[in-house]
Structure formats: C-alpha cells, structure tokens
DNA sequence: CTTATATAGTACTAAATTAGTCCCATAAGG
DNA sequence: CCTTATGGGACTAATTTAGTACTATATAAG
C-alpha cells in the first residue's frame, strides 16, 4: 500500500496536535488523552522525536514535550525522514548503499527522480498546513511560479 | 522508510525491461534470467500485472508475457498501485474505509492533499522514462507549464 | 490425439518487519 | 526526599511480506 508505518502515523498527528492547540508544552499522558494513541506507544514516539530535535523535551514535574520550532518551520518530510529512517522507496535509491543488482538493472536512474519527487511533495507540506483544517495546497503552484521563473 | 515491497521493485524492473528492449514476448524463464529474480517470484509478479491488464500473457508453448500498451502508456504509479494495492501513505487517505480516530484528529485532509501529490508523481513518470537511461524528469516543468496556463 | 511448454490460481511456510509493552535510570520541582 | 516526568533500551507479540510448491488449464506442434 506504499504505506507509511503507524509510528509515523502518530508523530505527525502528535505534532499536529501540539500545532493546533499551541498551549505550550504537554505531557505525555495529555497527549495519549487527547488523541487516544496509547501512552507507552505515545511515549516512544515523542522520544525518537525528541532525539532529532523536532520536539523539545523538559523533565521533572510540569515537565512534558513542545514543538522545537514553530509549525510552519516543520515540515511533514522531516518528521516521516526522523521516524521511518529516511524517505525510500526502493533500495536502488538510497543514498548509501547499492543495489545488488544494478548491473543487470535498467532502471537506474528512475528511482532516484520518483523519490525527489516524493521527498519535495513531503518537504513541502508544514505542520501549520496539516493543523489548518481546510488547507488548500496551493505549494504546487508556487513550485510552479518559482521553476517557471528559471526556465525562461 | 517509506519502502515499496520487493514485489512492485520486482514489478517495475520487469515491465522496464520489456520496454527497454522489446522483442515482443517474454517467457517468464527468459525475464527471470535477465533480471536475476528468482524465477517463481518474477512469475508471481508477472500474473499479478496480468491481472489488471498491464501486461498480456499467451499461454501455451512460444506463450510469455509482453506489456499490454506502449511503454508511453503505462505509468510507474499504475504499476505500484496494481502489486500494493493502491496509493495511501495512511489509512486517513484512502478512498474507502474512514480511519477510527478521525473524531479526534486534527491532520484531516493534509494526508489526502499529501497522497494526491504522491499519486501525481508516480502517475506522471512513464516506463519508457524508467527506460530511458538519460532520464532528466521534466515531467515536473511540463507540469508547470501546463498549470501556468490555468492560473492565466 | 498426444505431448511438451507455458501461464493461472491457490495455498502454504518462512522470514522480516513493525507494533506495542515494560523496566529501570535520570532529571527537576516542591 | 519524594513525586512527576522523560531517556534509553530490551523484549514479545502481531502483522506483513517474501518466497515456494502444487495442481489446473490453455495451446502449439508433431
Ligand atoms: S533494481 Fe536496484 S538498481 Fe535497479
Ligand atoms: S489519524 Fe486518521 S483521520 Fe487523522
């Protein structure tokens, strides 16, 4: 299904969640409330979030996570890059390591575009964009303005 | 990773490789030991791309396979949606089958919006672009163009 | 009409991945 | 201190995917 995994699922709609309704900083448990994710499962993700610094952690009492920087500067494609380890749709195109039969493949190259295309149309779309509720993406059309601009 | 299975890999290499050189029709043998996938799994592929008339098969001895319409024709998103089943990065973002906690959930459309954009790009790149080794997509600059026009 | 070749369908097993949970360590406020 | 909250890691269960095998059907050639 060219699906995404739960996990990922979560963090965007986590993340959204704190976009939303920015009150500052919320605990795990609140946010497990607030959108029926289980806490243990809330709690591993927000931690891996935390890790990439897409969200900022405070312990102790009143402690809890917040948005590390403000919604708009978040993009969907860093939140599915941090929690499914990069944005690829087949081995041959990942950056590192090699498919093992590149030799006999005439793909080649194909991939590559198809996942530049992925990841933009992912960089594109903000965290501010998922919490505006009826988000019109006119991205596509500033891609446009901007690409048209090189060509002539 | 927000990976494809092996399977639509499997998929999208044999049907590139009957676009690249097209002799006609391929037994599944003959594809199995240019592209080194293990035979009974290139013909797995092969009945399930013949399935949903993406490629045609003939039965019988001198029987195989060949691409059911011109490489031109038939797009790496119709392939992918054919061995996965369809293209939702999320269970918000299909078609059918509303996701249980949209009650609570704020990312609402930006799935679809993102999915949509997914689609197209898969949509937009043909096999004869997978085969053509050189392959510079200015599939996203043909679209520009065409929505320039739109805006005026 | 018989035989060899090749696909169609389906069922099954094994492997890999993912989801989910739990436990203990650490930090900080009252 | 003691309570609240995150950090890290390990572990188990569940699901999905990959791969294989077997039987049935179609067809061309002799
Ligand atoms: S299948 Fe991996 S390089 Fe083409
Ligand atoms: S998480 Fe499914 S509707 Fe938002």
Redesign the interface.
């Known amino acids: ?4 995994s739960k996990l990922t ?1 979560y963090g ?2 986590l993340m ?2 704190m976009a ?1 309704s920015d009150s500052g900083t919320y605990s795990a448990v609140a946010l497990a409330e ?4 289980p806490l243990p499962t809330v709690s591993k993700v927000l931690k891996l979030l935390s890790r990439q610094r897409l969200v900022e952690s405070i312990r102790g009492p009143r402690g809890g996570y917040r948005l590390a920087r403000s919604p708009a500067r978040i993009t ?1 494609g860093e939140i ?1 890059r941090c929690l ?9 195109s990942r950056d590192d390591a090699e498919c093992e ?1 590149a030799p ?8 590559k ?2 996942n530049a ?2 990841r ?3 960089g ?2 903000s965290l501010a ?3 505006e ?5 006119f ?3 500033q ?3 901007q ?2 601009e090189e ?1 002539s």
């Not at 499914?84 to 041959?92: K, P, R, S």
């Not at 006999?104 to 991939?111: E, T």
């Open positions: 299904m060219l699906r995404l699922d965007v709609l959204t969640h939303a607030a959108t029926r994710v969907v599915v499914e380890g990069g944005i690829a749709l087949t081995e041959c039969q006999f493949c005439v793909s080649g190259n194909g991939w575009r198809i295309a992925v933009d149309a992912l594109t779309i964009d998922m919490a509720p009826d988000f019109m993406p991205f596509r059309l891609r446009t303005i690409v048209t060509l």
